[in-house]
């Protein structure tokens, strides 16, 4: 029986050695070139069962895919990612390391955590696949114009972790499940004035700030629990997709914070913001069966036909601006001006029902009719307590 | 400024302050449930065209040069409407009182 251990013993001790094995990088090589095997301590190019270790000081360049059990990027080192990166367990590029991401892709189902700087480069389409994880504690840079396809994976971008939109990259799903970004750090558009894309699910409970240009919010529904939304002058978020809504959501709007889509509300959510802009409600719906707060500036812009349905209520404590001549149809639902609540009827708008059941206005507040000289009509049910000024 | 319309499904005025600046109108042109006192400062138009609906009793107690024009309609609910105010009473469109109206002071 002992001799029948010993040899098990022996074979499994083996096995973790060949399932454990570091393969780590020297840089003795003629270039910084991965496939180069002289640059490894195994002298040979990492394989799926290796842990790579790229030790501080050290610049090394992915010029072929690269496939390994993990990569741990040390120190001051940098690593330039030109093809696919695939790794299956837990990986880390550490703070003080540079990661030039300017093509290919992160594969292989593995959980990256990024503690240093990651630029994401150049125009090539880029990919984070296979169910991969990249969870950022601190900077990732998109300089480019690129498309980042999440097949299968998300972004988690940390309480410390920053993502700066310098570029037009368009962040969008391709195929397969479970794809999204979540966001509880800051996502911020800078630099560029052009317009930059979220079109992959969203999760925010972090701050989205828009510094300059354009971000467009599109396609996958996103979730706005909470958060902070900050829009400067002459910039522009749009939400131009569903969006889910719970919590309050503040921030400093000086620029165009535009409601594009369907805001759904399932239970409460509290529009909360500061600044000289407010919320433009641009088109689409205001859905779910919860409450909606406004308690900052809201303005309804625009002709496009607007809609509160779902049994949907509104509840104004703030500033409502009617600024153009669209229709509003309450379907099912209530816009109720509380005591403290100002409608600025400024434009022609008609506030009407459509179908369904328990629509009415309910004032308590100040429902004014300025600046326009022609009829604004409000044909829905009203039951007013407050004050109608004309 | 310019006008404000109510029309289609019916509206409740539970009081409240109607507020009317001159060469402006609001125009009630649908059914209005009154309770209560209306106040406010008119010295635009503001104008009854339709029906008014009184179940208990309700006061209009508006300020100001213009008053309230009843210009078409009904008076209708089976209580009691007083006016302590100006009510112009103006077109030739025939108009129905089926209920009480009490004047108190201007009418």
Known sequence: MRPILLIFSLFCASCLTINAQTNTWTGAGANTNWNTVANWSLNAVPTATNDVIIPTGHTVTMNVAGTMKSISVQGNSTLNILNALTFTNASSFAKGTTIVWSGGGFYGGGVLTNNGTLNMTTSATKYIADGTIVNNNSLINMNGSFTLYINSGSINNQNSGIIDIQARPNLAPNTGQSHQITNSGIIKKTGDTGAATISVAMINTGAINVDSGILNLTSEAKTFDGGEYNVTTDATLNLSTAISLSGTMTGLVNGDLNWNSVLTVADEATFNFTGTSGINWVDGFLDGGGVLNNISRMNLITRNTKYIRGFTILNNTGLLNLSDSFTLYINAGTLRNLSTGIIDIQALPHLALNTGEAHSIVNAGLIKKTTNTGVATISMALINTGTISV | ?107
């Open chain 2, 1 to 107: 400024m310019g006008t404000l319309k109510f029309s289609g499904e019916a509206k409740t005025f539970d009081g409240g302050i109607y507020n009317v600046t001159a060469g402006n109108t609001l125009d009630m042109s649908t059914e209005i449930n009154l309770s209560k006192t209306m106040t406010g400062l008119v010295n635009g138009n503001l104008n009854w065209n339709s029906k008014i609906l009184v179940a208990k009793t309700a006061v209009f107690q508006f300020t100001g040069s213009a008053g309230i024009n009843w210009v078409d309609g009904f008076l209708e609910g089976g209580g009691i409407l007083t006016n302590m105010t100006k009510l112009n009473m103006i077109t030739s469109n025939t108009k129905y009182i089926t209920t009480n109206l009490v004047a108190k002071s201007h009418c």
